[in-house]
């Protein structure tokens, strides 16, 4: 049976738990050792996870630029940089974008649907190597991810997919760099809907401390497990 992927959630939030400044756009969160601690996430992974409504506000994606880090994806015979897979519910492209010219290989995770003549297979749109197809239910979605030989991933953002796949309990690491700001505001990292996150998530024993690690700027890594039976492992 085809164990779903690892996925780590990387975010760097403010110390009230937010992801942007209460008017919204880009926080610019993250200073030198964040910076180090993602490149090194997207080192260890196969592949990213990026909600559209990020991609617009950022207009691309994080890429890994140190030397060292590239050197050993490429001596262990893997690409670069990981695959990015944005999520969309539509066929998200813009031709102005940055993303759309970052060196990497790009995938589009959507319930849209279109084939190529007489086969099943999805016809990747403009700026996509592959689509994926997004069904309701994220087990199905991620099984397909795994059988395409992306068993860890990296969750990038933004807050939308990431409350998604958290409702979905699905999300095996947290690695939070908290920085000395507050911003107050409507954009937090956790669903703020009445129906909230699933009663397990919030259990004592729920998450597991990993690592605690003092960064440069006055930041803190956080690393965190989610504590699962052993027959429910993934690809960490």
Known sequence: MQKKP????????????????????????GGVGDRRLLEEALAWADG????????????STC?????????????????????????SRQQWYSPEAAFFQQPIERWLLSPHRVSVQGSQEL????????????????????NRLAEARLNRLVLLGGAQLAASLLQA??????????????LGGMHTWVPQQPDGLPEGLGEAEAWQLQAVEPLVGNELLLRYIRKRSSSSRSNK
């Open 48 to 59: 990213t996870l990026i909600g559209a409504g990020t991609l617009r506000v950022h207009h």
């Open 63 to 87: 890429l890994i630029h140190d030397q060292d880090l590239l050197d050993l994806r490429i001596s262990s015979g893997r690409s670069a940089q990981p695959t990015s897979v944005v999520v």
């Open 169 to 182: 309990d699905v999300v095996d690491e947290m690695q939070l760099t908290l920085t000395p700001k507050l």
């Open 123 to 142: 016809l990747p749109p403009v700026g996509y190597q592959r689509q994926l197809l997004l069904e309701n239910d994220w087990t199905q979605a991620l």
């Open 6 to 29: 690892w996925i780590r959630l990387v975010l760097a939030i403010s110390l009230d738990g937010r992801l942007a400044p209460a008017g919204g756009g880009a926080a610019q969160l």
